[in-house]
């Protein structure tokens, strides 16, 4: 057989092991030694599957990794999320559909030290859901919020997808992070839109809270303070170029530690479950690295990636055409892989492709990502979904999947505009590379 031959075939056995739930790393490694052993020999193969974990662990960049993930267990162990819902409640609250406005709020400042969607879903749906559910908010606006909100848990920084895309694509990962921050707000200002529309609509969806006095407003800010500094601490010391993205995380890992410790909220328990938390997440993404190394290996002697881009080069698109068609692509891979598997599958083939064609691979890291978003919370796939009907489990999960609908289309509206003006995107990476 030709390598190109084995590439294709290589790809749609990787295809067939995701649907069929073989862990990510594992149909990675397998399909990459085997596909390097038919195109070259299997003495070769073997010695790609014994040198390739090392020297992939062995990389400085990855350390960025671990460090994030600890500072977010740390903070969601310490119990400073429900803190952080009831200081943003006790601001907008008390407007008419202020509890779910308060869920997109609280969602975003979480997700700044979160960087995981499956972490800020769980936690908003655990301390969120409950209050608008005392409120009598109806269940559909209550869920479509949380899930909603928890998308902005992989577009906010520090994003763990982003990391992973700068590190399969040497893109520069504090310019990724830092890329991320006025997607990610102005995604949550359309989510904000639609929370309006819908309550102004239907008034009963979303009655207003308890309003709090201007002495209690302020007094809550004591409560959001550990978020803010923490986010100042490393985005911010990413953008003015003080810390590498790795030393920023370890500012934040060290300075949330000593924050719960200070404010007795971590105990021994706490840390441990923290740590372990951290290291399964962390060998996991280590695990699905090592065979993405392997499997870009085998796609790159297969020739796959430059077959690609031959072909494209030949067709009389327009460059905005290719990546609309690129972003259609991601759009329906979504609906049935998760993040990383997309990432590792593609990037190989798609990153240097997008490249020649001149755009940029921060902004396309960021709006990848987006796209990727609404695979999310859509059918079939629908992880957050299925994590929010875990805890609401008198509502059907169908109902959920319905009522997401106007959130979607805040999404997919958010793609059109960031596509439209790629500046919004690539600004604050832009001044960070005249600024260094």
Partial sequence: MSPELIGILGVLALLLLFLVKVPVSIALIIVGTAGFSLVRSLDTGLVQLGSTPFGTASSYSLSVIPLFIFMGMVLSY????????????????????????????????????????????????????????????????????????????????????????????????????VAGIIPGILQMLLFMIVIFLWVKKNPDAGPPSVKSSWKEKFQSLSKVWPFVLLFILTIGGIYLGIFTPTEAGAMGAFGALILAVLTRRLNWKKFVHALSETTRLSAMIFLILIGADIFSQFLSISRIPAEVTMFVNELSWSPMMIMAAILIVYFVLGLFLEGIAILVLTLPVIHPLVTQLGFDGVWFGVIMVMVMNIGLITPPLGISIYIISGVMKDIPIERIFKGVTPMLAAMIAAVVLFTAFPELITFLPDYMRGGN
């Fill in 78 to 177: 310490s119990g400073f999320g429900q803190d952080l819902f009831r200081a943003v409640d006790s601001w907008i609250g008390h407007v008419r559909g202020g509890m779910a406005l308060t869920t997109i709020g609280t969602s975003a400042i979480f997700s700044s030290i979160s960087g995981s969607v499956n972490a800020t879903t769980a936690a908003m749906a655990r301390i969120t859901l409950p209050e608008m559910s005392r409120y009598k908010y109806s269940p559909t606006l209550s869920t479509a919020c949380v899930a909603a909100g928890g998308t902005l848990g992989i577009l906010i920084p520090p994003s763990v997808i982003l990391i992973l895309y700068g590190i399969l694509t040497m893109e520069p990962i504090g310019q990724l992070l």
